[in-house]
């Protein structure tokens, strides 16, 4: 997603070939990832010699929450069960790192993901 945020102007389409070249993944598994993340309405794809996936929305309205409820759902899914002597509590907890979780993922969008990314490091 971040490589595609980088490459949002609405017209570029970006080749599976050159996404998983980038981020150092297999082909295989990221169209997986892909077809995941158009289902859930955040990218497009085109078919064809010329095809390949676009940000279906401005990277300033993407936040990392959209992503992971659109690829592992699950993640965020507070399934702690509430018996024995320290359920309850172990509960509650889970139920608080959730829910901040969830708070942290929403604030963070591609765009200030990506924000500051071409400038040069210096290591002291």
């Given at each position: 997603m971040a490589q595609l945020a980088r490459?949002?102007?609405?017209?570029?389409?970006?080749?599976?070939?050159?996404?998983?070249?980038?981020?150092?993944?297999?082909?295989?598994f990221l169209v997986q990832i892909l077809n995941d993340l158009r289902r859930g309405g955040l990218i497009e794809s085109r078919r064809g010699k010329a095809g390949g996936y676009r940000l279906a929305r401005e990277p300033d309205t993407i936040?990392?929450?959209?992503?992971?409820?659109?690829v592992e759902p699950a993640l965020l899914e507070?399934?702690?069960?509430g018996a024995g002597e320290s359920g309850e509590?172990?509960?509650?907890?889970?139920?608080?790192?959730?829910?901040?979780?969830?708070?942290e993922l929403g604030e963070i969008s591609l765009?200030?993901?990506?924000?500051?990314?071409?400038?040069?490091?210096?290591y002291i």
């Open positions: 490459r949002h102007d609405e017209q570029t389409i970006t080749r599976l070939e050159e996404l998983a070249q980038r981020e150092a993944v297999s082909s295989n936040h990392l929450l959209d992503v992971v409820e659109a507070n399934s702690t069960q509590g172990v509960r509650r907890a889970w139920k608080g790192i959730s829910e901040a979780t969830r708070r765009l200030s993901l990506i924000s500051g990314s071409d400038e040069p490091m210096y």
